[in-house]
């Protein structure tokens, strides 16, 4: 695995651990960290984030997410021993809410039988 890969696994869970348990903003409680992409040349990192709630709250805890980020930063740069950390950018994952939208559907049209009609022809 090539240094980029192995930087951005390690990232993703640290910043996950910083954001779940070091960040103390209520607005951060349905943040789930699902990846973390990093430059080849190791200066930036983008985060990642599936944030559950509406549209409001998910605005409201993106600007929180990118006012802590110089925080969050630092405490990865500390907890992993990292001379030069990456500059964090996090951006809304809509594959994981995309997901979640085509799996309720699939749920109500399987509760309506409609599903299996169609899955049957």
Same mark, same amino acid.
């Given at each position: 695995?090539?240094?980029?890969?192995?930087?951005?696994?390690?990232?993703?869970?640290?910043?996950?651990?910083? =954001?779940?348990?070091?960040?103390?903003?209520?607005?951060?409680?349905?943040?789930? =960290?699902?990846?973390?992409? !990093?430059? %080849?040349?190791?200066?930036? %990192?983008?985060?990642? !984030?599936?944030?559950?709630?509406?549209?409001?709250?998910?605005?409201?805890?993106?600007?929180?997410?990118?006012? %802590?980020?110089?925080? =969050?930063?630092?405490?990865?740069?500390?907890?992993?021993?990292?001379?030069?950390?990456?500059?964090?950018?996090?951006?809304?994952?809509?594959?994981?809410?995309?997901?979640?939208?085509?799996?309720?559907?699939?749920?109500?049209?399987?509760?309506?039988?409609?599903?299996?009609?169609?899955?049957?022809?």
């Amino acid at each position: 695995m090539r240094r980029p890969e192995r930087l951005a696994e390690s990232l993703k869970e640290e910043i996950a651990e910083v =954001v779940g348990f070091e960040l103390d903003d209520p607005r951060l409680g349905s943040v789930t =960290v699902t990846d973390v992409e !990093v430059a %080849a040349d190791n200066r930036d %990192a983008k985060v990642f !984030v599936f944030i559950q709630g509406s549209e409001d709250e998910i605005d409201n805890a993106l600007k929180s997410l990118r006012h %802590a980020a110089t925080f =969050v930063r630092q405490q990865v740069a500390m907890n992993l021993d990292l001379r030069f950390a990456p500059h964090i950018h996090f951006v809304r994952d809509t594959a994981e809410e995309n997901a979640a939208r085509v799996g309720s559907v699939l749920q109500e049209l399987t509760a309506k039988g409609e599903f299996r009609e169609m899955s049957e022809e």
